[in-house]
């Protein structure tokens, strides 16, 4: 044969599988459509996902966000660090949540879904936060199960304990101190402690 017996093994692979080039425009504009439609397929695919994986939570959220507005403002009182464990939302009877920052005990159920038992901050609820927010740890050891003074944190630190009091401050009620150990709480004559006072005389 004139071209030479011996085939040139780049040359061969590159007609088994040919080029775009090789195969003229109607082809290669099919091939993008088919890549283009592939493509909307998998962003649909993805979508479908994303919208059953967000459905979910925000479902359960809703629910808690409805049993979190039925519940009345809680009278003024303080807490030792056990009972402001019952408080952390999980239980079935008790939605309510709580969470301590810088000595200070706040109402923290309209925003279950950062402190409820699924939210990014569930690890707060029921528990005094500030070491972990001192830090900027969510990690469990963040926390000390015991009366935890901080007296080991750092000026940096303590400030933006003291800011983040402030910023919980202007969203969440306020309801009581947080007992150091041996502490005893105190007595409230809020309005609604007036109120139980003058139905008792
Ligand atoms: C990359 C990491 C983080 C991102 C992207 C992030 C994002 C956010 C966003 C967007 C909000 C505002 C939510 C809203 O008001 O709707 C928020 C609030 C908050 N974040 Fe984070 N955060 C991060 C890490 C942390 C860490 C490490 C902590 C604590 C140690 C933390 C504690 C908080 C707290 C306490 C709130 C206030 C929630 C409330 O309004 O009650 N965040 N975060």
């Given amino acids: ?3 030479g017996g011996e085939a040139d093994p780049l040359l061969l692979s590159s007609r088994a599988s ?5 195969v003229g425009p109607g ?7 088919l890549n283009v439609g ?44 056990e009972q402001l464990r019952e408080y952390d939302g999980a239980a079935a009877n008790n939605s309510r949540i709580l969470m301590a920052v810088n000595g200070k005990v706040f109402d923290v159920t309209k925003g279950s879904k950062f402190y ?16 972990g927010l001192a830090t900027f740890c969510l990690d ?9 003074d901080l007296s080991d944190l750092n000026a940096v ?7 983040w009091e402030m910023q919980i401050k202007e969203k969440y009620d306020y309801v009581g101190r947080l007992l150091k ?6 007595e409230y004559t809020d309005e609604e402690d007036t109120k139980d006072h003058t139905k008792q005389d």
């Fill in 1 to 3: 044969m004139a071209d």
């Fill in 18 to 22: 040919p080029a775009l080039e090789d």
């Fill in 27 to 33: 082809a290669a504009v099919a091939a993008m459509l």
């Fill in 38 to 81: 592939l493509l909307v397929l998998l962003c649909l695919v993805a979508y479908k996902l994303y919208v059953r994986w967000w459905e979910r939570p925000s479902a359960r959220g809703a629910a808690r966000d409805a049993q979190a507005a039925s519940l009345p403002k809680m009278k003024r009182r303080d807490f030792t660090l």
């Fill in 116 to 131: 409820g038992p699924e939210g990014p901050y569930g690890i707060f609820a029921g528990r005094d936060a500030s070491r």
């Fill in 140 to 148: 469990k050891d963040a926390l000390r199960d015991e009366y935890d």
């Fill in 157 to 163: 630190q303590m400030e933006s304990v003291r800011e």
């Fill in 181 to 186: 150990p041996g502490e005893e709480p105190s």
